[in-house]
Every structure is written in C-alpha cells, then in structure tokens.
C-alpha cells in the first residue's frame, strides 16, 4: 500500500506525542486520527478502517493488566485482526514491546525517535502488509500453484496470468531464465493447472544425460540391445505417456541429440533401443534452459526446427535482482520454513537485514537467497536477525553478475544529481526532496541507497 493513500490512527495519553505525530504525517498519509483515551479503541476500530494503528505501551487506564499496550493489541486484533499494529515504547519496556511482537503486533518503535525512522517504519509495515494480502490473493486465484511459487512483483504476476492462460492447452512450452530462478517451479504449476494434471508428471535432467545414455533413458532399450541390457526398460517418453514431460536444461544436449529428440517430438513416437517397432506416444512437452533465446537461435549450438517445436510460448523467469520487491515476501516465506525445520520460533528480520537482502545482487538468484535463510536460521543465537548475520555465498559472489551498464549510468546520474540538490539547498532535506519532486521519506531511501 502506498503511505499515501493510508488511514492512520494514533493512541497515546501523551498530547504532546499526538500532535508531533499528527504534524509528522499529515503530509505523508491520507489520514491520521489521534486519541489520548484508549477506551474509546473499540468504537473507533468498529467504525472505521484503518490500515495501521500506532499503539502505546503504557496509559493512566483503569485496566489493570500489568501493560495496557498489551491488552489493547489483544483487542485490535480480536475486532480487526487484518489490522497491522506498531508499538510505541520507552526504552525500558524494550522487553515487553518484544512480547508484543509475538501477540501480534508488527514492529515497535523506542521514543523519542527520529522522525525518518517512524516515517520508515509505517512505510515497511504497510509494504509488508500488502504483499501478504497480495500473496494470500494471489494464492487464493492459484490454489494449485506450488507454495514455494510466489511473487507480487509485475513480472512475477503477468507470468502468473500467462500460465493460466496457457496451462489448459497442450502448446509445447520452453522456460527460460538464469540457473536458480526456479524455472522447475513454472513447469511444474503448468502441469498442475492443466488437463493432464491426473496424468504422469515426468522431469529429466536432459543436460547431465551422456551421449550414450540419452536414447536409453528417453526412448528405453529391449533386453540385450548393449551389455548392461538384463532387462526390458521403458524410456520416459512412455513413462509420461497421456502425461507432462519436463526436460530441464535442455540447452545442453548435442547437435546429435537434437536431431534424436526432433525426430521423436515430430513423429509423436518413439523406437527402444534394439527394436525396430514404433511406439506412439501422447505427451504435452515443457522444456526449460538457462541460455538465452539469441544464444539458442545459433544454428551452431542449437537447431532452429527443434526450436519451433518446443516453443509454442516461451516464459522468461527473470533474476531475482529484476524483481527486487518480492525479496522481503521470498525472505519470510523461507524463513517460516527453516523456523519449524530447526525448532526456532519467532524469527524475525530487522529492517536492516531486510535492507541488506534488497540491496545484494543475487547472482544465484532464488536458490541463493534459500541457502542464506536456511543458514542464518540455523546459526541464529536470537529472535531478531540483523545485517551481520546475513552471510552471502563466497561462490556466488566471486562470480558475481554485474548490474547492466545502462543500471550502473541511472544510478550514478540518481546519485549525482541527489548529491548536486543536497548541496545547493545547503544540507535541508526538504527543500532538496522539494526540488527534486520526492517526499522526504522517498529521499531519505535514496540516501540510504547511495549511502549518501
């Protein structure tokens, strides 16, 4: 959700705290309504919807609970569970606003504070909170998609609505994207979204399969057709039969192998190794590379015909660094997981650590990020999870991917110009975020960017 567009409610017996708040977010929100009575929670919680509730710790109420703050959030979350909560507390309740995080409240923030940090906090809170209900959405409209395929990203969502659309035909589909951005996912959510989903779902590794090997696994062998031959074998073109067959990394198979597999795919069947009776076979065909299109249109590497054959519609999964807003969703996805695997709960990522994730590149993409979660959960010593604790893989950042050259140009411009507007209003902030059309929360992300 935009801040912007956002309905903001503030309780505190404090007037000063209210006003300062008031003032601090009447530019930056849609709404903000301010109360100083906390019995008054319940009529205006009923009779309003409000998208974030900014709730102290402690008040002069006659409820006598040993934290007021506590109680409240019960109540929020009993009349508007969907309600996303931040704690407001001093620094020696610390302790109790942590408890609060486990009743239900989504951050807490220590006063007095500074006013970019409140700003920052709102601003995260609702970000995650619309990439739940996204998610849940979105899960809701794909109920037979894989849990691990998530995305509230526009790439990720027009991928979604094009495996609906596709799924129900029988088109040859090819997957492309770079190795880790979980192209098997796709695959299999086609199969699963399809008319063949009661049927066989058949994956090969068709690029680790040797030459001497590929017509065996593939198409079979009859007993004795080479000297490991002691039985009969079907190949997995029978094995998916009425079914999906999936070849991943199919970018790597020789010339001759492709000649092999176009002659199958055209005839609709197959002949077993030491036969010489025909066999047909009935397969909707998913292929998946890691290779570019370009790189497979070079008759050198890759025949054209088998192509056309294998791509009807294509898919581009793209890098995890294209598609940088679902980093924080795939974070806390990974991160229940590991949680209940290895018995710690309540793991949480503070905003620097989610910052730190937003802004590494990701050469290993999804699967990379998955490693990283599954490590840190498991070398965790606390609840909350910060920068130092997030260890990238030496192997993936030794051959790290470069942002593209026009990527590096904008960003140094963005930082050029920031850092030219900055000065001439002689280090006011707002005047810069003024001049340079941005809100100063949005300037203030930049900084933090740029390290500025």
């Known amino acids: 959700m935009s801040l912007l567009k956002a309905s903001i409610l503030v309780i505190d017996d404090d007037i000063d705290v209210l006003t300062a708040v008031r003032l601090l977010l009447k530019t930056e929100v849609q709404q903000v309504v301010t109360e100083k009575n906390p019995e008054n929670i319940p009529s205006l919680i009923s009779s309003n919807s409000f998208d974030l509730v900014l709730l102290d710790m402690n008040f002069n109420a006659s409820i006598n609970t040993g934290n007021e703050g506590l109680y409240w959030l019960k109540r929020i979350k009993e009349l508007k569970p969907e309600t996303s909560v931040i704690m407001i507390t001093a620094y020696g309740d610390i302790d109790l606003a942590v408890r609060s995080l486990k009743e239900g409240a989504s951050d807490f923030i220590v006063k007095p504070w500074h006013n970019e940090k409140l700003v920052s906090t709102i601003t995260n809170t609702l970000k995650d909170k619309a990439q739940q209900t996204s998610s849940v959405n979105h899960q809701t409209k794909n109920k037979n998609f894989n849990p691990d395929l998530l995305g509230t990203s526009d790439v990720m969502l027009d991928i ?102 176009l002659t199958a795919l055209q005839n609709r069947q197959i002949t077993r190794i030491g036969s010489n009776q025909s066999i047909p076979v009935d397969i909707r065909l998913i292929c998946a590379t890691n290779l570019p299109l370009n790189e497979l249109a070079n008759e050198n590497r890759f025949r054209k015909d088998l192509i056309y054959r294998i791509n009807t519609v294509e898919i581009i999964v793209p890098p995890l660094r294209k598609r940088k807003e679902d980093i924080v969703l795939l974070t806390k996805h990974f991160a229940k997981i590991y949680s209940t695997k290895y018995f710690k709960n309540d793991i949480r990522f503070s905003d620097a650590a989610l910052q730190k994730l937003e802004q590494y590149h990701f050469p290993g993409n999804v699967r990379e990020l998955q490693y990283i979660i599954e490590r840190v959960i498991i070398m965790s010593d606390g609840n909350v999870l910060e920068p130092d604790d997030l260890i990238f893989s030496p192997i993936e950042s030794s051959n790290q991917n470069m942002p593209d050259d026009n990527e590096t140009k904008l960003s140094t411009l963005e930082k050029n110009t920031i850092l030219r507007v900055i000065e001439k209003n002689n280090g006011n902030i707002t005047k810069a975020a003024k001049e340079l059309g941005l809100t100063r929360t949005a300037l203030y992300r930049r900084l933090s960017k740029y390290e500025i």
């Open 160 to 261: 979604f609505a094009k495996i609906e659309k596709i799924a129900p035909t029988d088109a040859n589909i090819l997957i492309l994207g770079e190795n880790g951005t979980g192209k098997d996912l796709i695959a299999k959510a086609i199969y699963e979204k399809s008319l063949r989903n009661k049927q066989p779902y058949i994956k090969v590794d068709i690029g680790a399969l040797t030459e001497s090997l590929f017509e065996s696994e593939l198409f079979g062998h009859k007993k004795g057709a080479f000297t490991d031959a002691k039985d009969d074998r079907i190949g997995r073109f029978e094995a998916a039969n009425g079914g999906t067959l999936f070849l991943d990394e199919i970018g790597n198979i020789s010339l001759q192998q492709q000649a092999k597999l």
